[in-house]
């Protein structure tokens, strides 16, 4: 089973920037990799995709200000957070799912996940 584990959470003032990453254990090159993130008492919530051809997708929350991206050879997932509020404060989770993916923004179709790094905006 692939292991992810995530890097670049942290504290930051509101309108500032982080980079989070990804790394795999094994070639995820087959897989829809995404990012989740879940704030205390809310249900977790589908971030960004990268479809198994780079193609992004992003909920709400995230278009126009966060940019995944994606490089099979080396960290496989970055997620670029621009312009982050205090709504962004959650802990951000990698995922991963071998394609096809039905609903790519939906938790419940990802098996493999990261332990998730903090991300808090003030």
């Known amino acids: 089973h692939v292991q992810l584990v995530e890097s670049g959470g942290g504290s930051v003032q509101a309108g500032g920037s982080l980079r989070l990453a990804c790394a795999a254990s094994d070639d995820v090159s087959k897989y829809y990799m995404a990012w989740f993130r879940q704030a205390p008492g809310k249900e977790r919530e589908g971030v960004a995709v990268?479809?198994?051809?780079?193609?992004?997708s992003y909920g709400a929350s995230a278009k126009g200000r966060f940019t995944i991206s994606r490089d099979n050879v080396r960290q496989p997932l970055d997620l670029q957070m621009n312009s982050l509020n205090p709504e962004d404060t959650a802990t951000y989770y990698c995922?991963?799912?071998?394609?096809?993916?039905?609903?790519?923004?939906?938790?419940?179709?990802?098996?493999?996940w990261g332990k998730g790094t903090q991300v808090t905006v003030s």
């Open positions: 995922a991963a799912e071998p394609s096809p993916v039905l609903k790519p923004l939906e938790a419940y179709e990802y098996r493999f």
């Open positions: 990268s479809a198994t051809d780079g193609s992004p």
